[in-house]
C-alpha cells in the first residue's frame, strides 16, 4: 500500500510539472500504432458487418486487457531489478494516463494568439485539438469549442483514469498503473474507431460502447464531486438533469453540461464536420458569455477535483499504516 501512496503523489506531481514532454515515447503512441495496424488489416478482410462486428469486439478486448497486462509485467519486472526502479518506472507511466497539463496547454495555445487579436492563427491551432472545422468559427465560437474541449475531457482525461489507478491501488497485486493504462487503451481506442460513420461503423461500435461503460461511473462521480465544490449542488444537478441526458453521449453531455452549470455559460449548438452541420443539445443556460476567464475557472475545478479525490485516496491508504 505504501508504494501506492508514493507512486499516486509521484504521477500527479509528475503530471503537474512536466506533462507530456515533447520528443518522450508515450504508451498512447504505442496503443495507436496497434490499433491502427489491426484496423487496416481488418478492413482488409472483413467485408460484412457481422466480422467487422467480430474483429472490433476481439480488438477491443485484446487490447484493453492487453494493455493492462504489458503493463503489469513491465513493472513487475522492474520491481525485480529494484523497488525503486518499479516505483520510478510505475509512476511515470501513470503520469502518461494524466492529461490536466496537457488539456492547460492545449488550452493556453489556442488562446494566446486569440487574445493577441490573430484570429486565423488561432483557428489553425484548435484544429489540431477538436474534429469540428474551424475554418470560419469566430471569437466567440473558439472560446465555446475550447471550453467544450476541456470540460469534455476532464472526464476521460483526467478524472476517469485517476479512479481507475485509485481502484487498481487498493488491489496490491494488480498496482495503480496497470489499470488506468487499460481505461487509457479503451479511450484511444474510442477515439480512433469509435464511430458510427463508415468505414467504423461495425467495427467500431464495440469500443464505443466499452468506453462508455468505462466512463460511466467516474463521470458521474466527478459531476457530483463538481457539485459539491460549486457550494450549488442540488443546482448543478437540475440542470444536468435537464440538459445532459438529452446528448448522445451519456458521457460527455454531463461532464460539459456540469461546467456550464457552475460557470453560468451555455455550451452545445451548431457545428460543422467537413462541411456537414450537426446539432449538438444546448447544455445550461447562457447567463454570461464564455470567456477565457471560464476556461481557465473550469480548469481549476478539474484540478481541484483531482487534488480531492487524489488526497481522499491517499488518506483511505494511510489508515492501516497508523494501525
Sequence with gaps: MTDNIYILII????????????????????????????????????????TQRITGIILGVVLIIGTGVVGWLVIYG????????????????????????????????????????????????LSNYVGRDTENLSEAEILRAVLETVTENATDGVMAPLFYAIFGAFIPVVGAAPLALAYKASSTLDSMVGYREAPYTYLGWFSARLEDGLTWLPCRLTVMTLALLSGKPLHVWRICRRDAVADPSP?????????????????????????????????????????????????????????????????????????
Design 78 to 125: 522492474a520491481k525485480l531489478l529494484h523497488p525503486l526502479l518499479g516505483i520510478v518506472l510505475e509512476s511515470i507511466l501513470l503520469a502518461s494516463c494524466f492529461a490536466l497539463r496537457s488539456l492547460k496547454v492545449a488550452a493556453a495555445t489556442v488562446l494566446q494568439p486569440l487574445t493577441a487579436g490573430k484570429l486565423q492563427q488561432s483557428r489553425q491551432l
Design 11 to 50: 504521477a500527479a506531481l509528475l503530471d503537474f510539472l512536466i506533462g507530456d514532454p515533447w520528443g518522450f515515447p508515450h504508451p498512447v503512441q504505442f496503443m495507436g500504432w496497434a490499433i491502427s495496424r489491426i484496423t487496416n488489416v481488418a478492413r482488409q478482410y472483413c467485408h460484412n458487418p457481422l
Design 251 to 323: 458521457n460527455s453531455g454531463w461532464s460539459e453540461c456540469a461546467y456550464a452549470a457552475i460557470l453560468g455559460v451555455q455550451m452545445g449548438g451548431i457545428n460543422w464536420y467537413r462541411g456537414v452541420v450537426k446539432y449538438k443539445p444546448l447544455l445550461g443556460d447562457a447567463i454570461h458569455p464564455i470567456t477565457q476567464i471560464s476556461i481557465h475557472k473550469a480548469l481549476q475545478l478539474t484540478g481541484y477535483c483531482f487534488l480531492l479525490w487524489l488526497g481522499i485516496a491517499v488518506a483511505i491508504l494511510l489508515i492501516p499504516l497508523n494501525r
